[in-house]
């Protein structure tokens, strides 16, 4: 689609944004010892998947039914008592479309100040049609508090329009450019211990790539202990060959996602879905792998 | 000066901070020096990468944006250190932390980033410019009162979150 084309192509908006990712750099290290608590809350981490993308439904629906209640009590020819009601109920389902549309910014910021290149420059744009539209409908609910009630039925249409227009970019950025797919790539399910390199080859502080089946996974060592994860982060492919173990957690080197290096586990977002992770055992000198990730989901696309 | 250069010289100049600190004790009052200096030259160097180095290599995208996320889990880290009071029995592991942070940054930066990838063209001359304005900006920096104050309250800010 040429819009989203033309969009990502947008450099002059990469200079503001990473200005405002200062600010929200600040904002979200104001929060203290509470930072990791609140983001992950925010990512989604405690749910597997983004949070944005259903409070973003949710404003969505809220406001089309605003629309369709607004359309019911425009008709003419409608009995008073049901111009009232929808009315009433339009006010009613546009206050939980301003209260979800909130949380949809709040959380999209969160998700988008981790992201890059055309991503970010799409992700831009639909936020700030979006705290348009949001705007729109603070407006139009004063409007309707104030008995405005036409003037507010058509500002809420305006900002309609915006948030489907907005809504189709935020589409592009899940459907196209995978943001908050795991992008951990192919993963493997090995039943049997397999052995994929001698441990003296393994140096602490230098992380391997070997290749099993197909797929990369990425070896730390530890001391005697070896940890074996997927080669690619799941928030945005992150090479983790060129990430390090602190204290216990496989740190992403790009935008510093902790996972827990015996079981893959998100520790701190902005990852949502866990690393691959392999269990490991040493025989004669010799590192094995067995086990990953047997996702159902991911069945047929990529599971080897 | 070749913009390379004054990349990595700056690089050693952070390097050797990192190591200062390192082998100073925790609470003294000269590992605390020796940390104020590193976080003048840290803003430096960000401001010369973020106003300098980055804009000219702007179409290695892909790299100028990780090396921007780098920046900001730097940034977190170093927030996270600033609100670990030095006498905490976790401060040595959150410097630790960081400096790692910090230290990946440097590195992947040398390997990906110097000398600048396809498709950045820059001729020996445009590194030469480019380098000579690094070079006075860092200078520049480190000899503005404002600049130190503004880092300084800025960490007082950081510690007091």
């Known amino acids: 689609m040429w819009v989203l084309a033309v969009l990502g192509r947008q450099e002059?908006?990469?200079?503001?944004?990473?200005?405002?990712?200062?600010?929200?750099?600040?904002?979200?290290?104001?929060?203290?010892?509470?930072?990791?608590?609140?983001?992950?809350?925010?990512?989604?981490?405690?749910?597997?998947?983004?949070?944005?993308?259903?409070?973003?439904s949710l404003a969505t629906g809220s406001i089309a039914t605003t629309v369709a209640l607004d359309a019911l009590s425009v008709l003419p020819g409608r009995p008073a008592a049901e111009v009232r009601d929808a009315s009433r109920f339009a006010r009613r389902a546009l206050g939980v479309g301003i209260l979800a549309n909130a949380g949809a910014a709040v959380t999209g910021v969160t998700d988008w100040q981790h992201t890059h290149e055309q991503s970010r420059r799409i992700g831009l744009v639909?936020?700030?049609?979006?705290?348009?539209?949001?705007?729109?409908?603070?407006?139009?609910?004063?409007?309707r508090r104030r008995g405005r009630h036409l003037r507010g039925v058509a500002v809420t249409a305006v900002g309609y329009g915006i948030t489907l227009a907005s809504a189709y970019l935020g589409g592009a950025l899940v459907f196209e450019s995978g943001v908050g797919m795991d992008q951990s790539g192919k993963r493997l399910g090995l039943p049997e211990?397999?052995?994929?390199?001698?441990?003296?080859?393994?140096?602490?502080?230098?992380?391997?790539?070997?290749?099993?089946?197909?797929?990369?996974?990425?070896l730390y060592r530890s001391g005697e202990k070896v940890t074996a994860v997927g080669e690619y982060c799941p928030h945005l492919a992150a090479p983790m060959v060129d990430g390090w173990i602190d204290r216990g957690r496989v740190v992403c080197p790009w935008h510093g996602s902790r996972f827990d290096m015996d079981s893959g586990?998100?520790?701190?977002?902005?990852?949502?879905?866990?690393?691959?992770?392999?269990?490991?055992?040493?025989?004669?000198?010799?590192?094995?792998?067995?086990?990953g990730e047997q996702n159902p989901v991911r069945v047929g696309r990529g599971v080897a | 000066m070749n913009a390379y250069t004054v990349l990595q010289d700056h690089h050693k100049v952070l390097r050797g901070?990192?190591?200062?600190?390192?082998?100073?004790?925790a609470a003294s009052p000269e590992r605390q020096e020796y940390l104020d200096e590193l976080?003048?030259?840290?803003?430096?160097?960000?401001?010369?990468?973020?106003?300098?180095?980055?804009?000219?290599?702007?179409?290695?995208?892909?790299l100028v944006?990780?090396?921007?996320?780098?920046?900001?889990?730097?940034?977190?880290q170093l927030a996270v250190l600033l609100r670990t009071p030095p006498g905490a029995p976790g401060?040595?592991?959150?410097?630790?932390?960081?400096?790692?942070?910090?230290?990946?940054?440097?590195?992947e930066e040398e390997r990906d980033m110097i000398p600048a990838p396809p498709p950045v063209q820059l001729s020996d001359e445009e590194l030469d410019t480019l380098g000579d304005q690094m070079a006075s900006r860092i200078k520049e920096l480190r000899d503005s009162t404002a600049h130190k104050l503004h880092v300084r309250g800025r960490k007082a800010l950081m510690r007091a979150m």
Request: proline share 6%.
């Open chain 1, 12 to 56: 002059w908006l990469d200079r503001p944004s990473y200005r405002l990712e200062h600010v929200l750099t600040f904002v979200f290290n104001a929060l203290g010892g509470t930072r990791d608590r609140v983001t992950n809350v925010l990512h989604g981490v405690w749910l597997g998947h983004p949070l944005h993308p259903s409070l973003a």
């Open chain 2, 17 to 25: 901070l990192v190591k200062k600190i390192s082998s100073a004790p």
């Open chain 2, 39 to 62: 976080l003048v030259e840290l803003d430096i160097h960000f401001r010369i990468e973020d106003d300098l180095y980055y804009p000219a290599l702007s179409a290695a995208s892909t």
């Open chain 1, 265 to 291: 586990e998100v520790l701190r977002g902005p990852a949502v879905t866990p690393l691959p992770c392999y269990q490991t055992r040493l025989v004669d000198g010799m590192v094995e792998l067995r086990g």
């Open chain 2, 91 to 107: 401060y040595e592991d959150e410097w630790r932390s960081f400096a790692t942070v910090l230290e990946a940054h440097a590195d």
């Open chain 2, 65 to 76: 944006a990780i090396a921007h996320a780098e920046h900001r889990q730097v940034i977190d």
């Open chain 1, 193 to 218: 211990w397999t052995p994929v390199l001698p441990l003296q080859e393994l140096a602490e502080g230098r992380p391997q790539r070997v290749q099993v089946d197909g797929a990369g996974l990425i």
């Open chain 1, 126 to 143: 639909h936020g700030v049609l979006n705290t348009v539209a949001m705007g729109l409908y603070g407006l139009s609910w004063w409007d």
